[in-house]
């Protein structure tokens, strides 16, 4: 006869590892905690054109390479730029060369969901982490910086979204760096003027 709890107990013990290997600071390096800040008023230019994949509204790349998503390297730094419609006007299938103004920047952390879907955890992580699907798998956090971007020249082009997956016990935040990273020969960012 099968255990109705067994189950659960599995994936509380999941959660118990999770929670304490996010408590439990090592000081392994996972690439630099440190990075600088990006700054609204900052401009990301644009060098090479991107084509947007057919039907989509957002462009992988890294080190410099346009990429598909499942093509990605999860542990190395990785960027995608998003488009938003107004009205029922058509998309533009590609990004071409030009400057975009960060409006805001954001960032945080999210985890895996499976096996335990809706979970949140609070506590040592610099931010609200919840377990979704967008997360880096058990084992792994991914780490985020989205930069909302303005530019007359292509208004649709709307947000620059950057990530990494890390061990739970990296603590830093995205910036600078690893959108360079990402971004290689495509283009580069001007920090804001202080």
């Not at 959660?15 to 304490?20: E, K, S």
């Not at 998503?69 to 542990?75: A, G, I, L, S, V």
């Not at 060369?97 to 952390?109: K, L, N, Q, T």
């Not at 950057?162 to 600078?176: E, F, K, S, T, V």
């Amino acid at each position: 006869m099968m255990n109705p709890f067994r189950p659960r107990m599995s994936a509380i013990a999941v959660l118990a590892a999770l929670l304490f290997g996010t408590g439990c600071a090592s000081s392994g390096s996972s690439g630099p905690r440190t990075e600088t800040p990006v700054a609204p008023g900052s401009v990301l230019v644009i060098e090479e054109g991107m084509i947007l994949p057919a039907d989509e509204a957002r462009v992988y790349f890294q080190a410099g390479r346009v990429t598909r998503y499942h093509d990605r390297n999860r542990f190395a730094p990785w960027c995608s730029l998003g488009l938003r419609r107004e009205g029922d006007e058509a998309l533009q299938q590609a990004i071409k060369p030009g400057r975009f103004r960060v409006e805001a920047a954001r960032s945080g952390a999210r985890a895996a969901a499976s096996p335990l879907e809706g979970v949140r955890l609070a506590g040592p992580l610099p931010v609200l982490a919840g377990l979704d699907r967008g997360g880096g798998g058990l084992g792994h956090i991914t780490w985020h910086l989205e930069l909302r971007l303005h530019s007359d020249e292509q208004p649709q082009v709307d947000d620059l979204t950057c990530a990494i997956d890390r061990p739970p016990d990296w603590r830093g935040r995205l910036g600078l760096e690893s959108v360079r990273r990402a971004l290689g020969g495509l283009g580069r960012i001007e920090p804001a003027a202080n």
